[in-house]
């Protein structure tokens, strides 16, 4: 289901000074966007391939233009949308985005060789540029920066100048600073680039000049002030997950509309011990009609049996969507959704290429029937989760919540391996109450990015008191990852888990043993299913 535009098409964009950027496929375009964000400047994302058209309403102050896969020598690269250059703005190319600023502005390209990925140092220009003004680079001038390009600038076009190089690439930072044109080879979004953030501020705020305008304090009263006048009478339903995103937006439908917010959360009987009273506890104090439906019976027996995990997700996100459509439809005088869509989500499903592989399917409430007659709100559509986060921080939420880490739609049915039983989600519940209140009391829970327990289908032998007992294995789990694309197993003391250990074994009947998954992503995910 694809949301409406918000009303006037621009979101909080209208009342902010904007950024564009263009993308052009490169992993880091997103971090190139939370990066003018934390400089207070509005940024959006648009597809880089498309034909500028939508560039004059958007208004931006200023361009930059992403890295990508592509090389401007091959045929099929994408082009620079002309409008870019009429916009009469200024424009930073980054990477893939400066190779096809040279290229649309009559420049020369070659493929490099070697090429050249990772750490680099570059030497300033004699003449001092306004970007690099401010900059602290060490004696000599030089700059530490980070790279990754196999096609390179090697004539400039008409109008610019070098403003940094190295024996590689001799052209790594050009410009034509009357145009107010800028071009970097290297990446300055990324931390290995020390010195990128300021420079990203000098382009921002004394080239671009913007006032930095963006803050969140604003996006709260502009969001709510919106929402009300949206939505002046009636009620709206919002699936409430316990997760961060439909929590803030809960607390901030609670603030715009209060009284007229019904929350649903749908109880799977799939949580981890105490997570319904969180969520109950939460939000006693908001004005929010909060609506706990018990359909952990159907979601056991639709699991009964299902032991593949893709199968398991499957059943799942269609009962949920069943469970919440059965509800939404008993309120026959509701006519708006709210979900907790935020940025990256909207970004993720619009710029897909289609060439991802499917690991996991995820689910969310996003597949729900036409035949509901819903008009769908999302006001965290614009957030990036930092900006969620800080924004549900100030609406009063708990920071426990706000910083929690993440836990799968499916919930333990895809940490219980096999098919999913009540004894299973039983056991499981316990073990993983266990292990998270010795990783809290030791303070190793905030050193971990996401840490659980996991329910092996198999059973060891073991000696209890003096008899025999042949019972199932529980595994623990502790990563440590910035993006959870990739992530490293948490080095835990082994004091720890003796503790953890003994503890499992001792206070969780019918488990005798416990192993730990010393695996990294890649290869292994970090849910187990
Ligand atoms: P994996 O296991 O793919 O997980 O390395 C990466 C992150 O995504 C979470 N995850 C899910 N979240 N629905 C969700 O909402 C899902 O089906 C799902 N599967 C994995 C996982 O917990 C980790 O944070």
Redesign the pocket.
């Known amino acids: 289901m694809t949301p409406p535009a918000r009303a006037g098409g621009l979101g909080p964009a209208a009342s902010h000074e904007r950024l564009l950027i263009l993308d052009y496929g490169s992993q880091y375009t997103q971090l190139i966007a939370r990066r003018a964000r934390e400089l207070g400047v509005y940024a959006e994302i648009r597809p880089g391939t498309g034909d500028g058209s939508g560039i004059r309403d958007f208004a931006p102050r200023a361009v930059i233009l992403s890295g990508g896969p592509a090389s401007v020598l091959e045929p099929g690269a994408p082009p620079v949308p002309a409008a870019v250059w009429a916009a009469g703005v200024p424009v930073l190319g980054i990477c893939y985005g400066m190779q096809a600023m040279a290229h649309a502005l009559g420049g020369r390209l070659e493929e490099s060789w070697p090429h050249e990925y990772g750490a680099a140092e570059l030497e300033l220009a004699e003449a001092p540029s306004r970007l690099f003004a401010g900059l602290a680079t060490p004696e000599g001038g030089r700059l530490q920066v980070w790279m990754s390009h196999g096609v390179r600038v090697t004539g400039l076009p008409p109008g610019f100048r070098v403003l940094a190089g190295n024996a590689v690439t001799p052209i790594a930072a050009m410009a034509d600073e009357a145009r107010g044109l800028y071009g970097l080879q290297f990446h300055p979004e990324v931390r290995h680039t020390p010195e990128g953030l300021r420079l990203l501020a000098t382009f921002l705020r004394d080239i671009a000049g913007f006032r930095g305008d963006w803050r969140i304090e604003d996006f709260e009263i502009e969001t709510i002030r919106e929402l009300a006048t949206r939505l002046p009478d009636g009620r709206v339903l919002l699936a409430l997950s316990g997760g961060v995103d439909s929590a803030v937006t809960a607390a901030l439908l609670a603030r715009a509309i209060p009284g007229r917010v019904v929350a649903i959360v749908v109880d799977t009987g799939l949580l981890r011990e105490g997570e319904l009273a969180g969520i109950r506890e939460t939000f006693r104090s908001m004005p929010i009609d909060l609506r706990v439906v018990d359909a952990s019976p159907r979601f056991l027996a639709a699991l009964a049996g299902i032991a593949d995990p893709e199968d398991k ?1 499957h059943v799942i996100g269609r009962l949920f969507i069943e469970v919440f459509a059965e509800e939404a439809r008993r309120l026959t005088d509701i006519r708006v959704l709210a979900q907790g869509t935020i940025y990256p989500d909207v970004i993720e499903s619009a710029g897909g290429t289609g060439f991802a592989q499917v ?6 409430v996003g597949g729900l029937p036409a035949s509901l007659p819903f008009e769908i709100v999302e006001p965290l559509r614009w957030l990036f989760k930092d900006e969620v986060r800080a924004l549900g921080l100030r609406l009063g939420l708990p920071a426990h919540l706000i910083t929690r880490q ?5 919930g333990l049915a ?1 940490r219980i391996l096999g098919p999913v039983t009540a004894a299973g989600v039983d056991l499981l519940r316990r073990a993983d109450r266990v292990f998270l209140d010795e990783l809290t009391g030791s303070g190793w829970l905030e050193q971990t990015s ?1 840490a659980f327990a996991v329910l092996l289908p198999v059973r060891s032998v073991a000696v209890k008191g003096d008899g025999r007992a042949y019972e199932p294995v529980v595994a623990l789990r502790a990563v440590v990852t910035d993006d ?1 694309m990739t ?1 490293r197993w948490a080095e835990l003391p082994h004091a720890l888990l003796a503790r953890i250990s003994l503890r499992l074994t001792n206070e969780v009947p019918g488990l005798s043993r416990v192993v730990y998954d010393i695996t990294g ?1 890649p290869p292994a ?3 187990w299913e």
């Open positions: 997700r690991i996991k399917s995820h689910h969310n993440p836990f799968p739609g499916p895809v996401q959870f992530a992503k995910t970090i849910e």
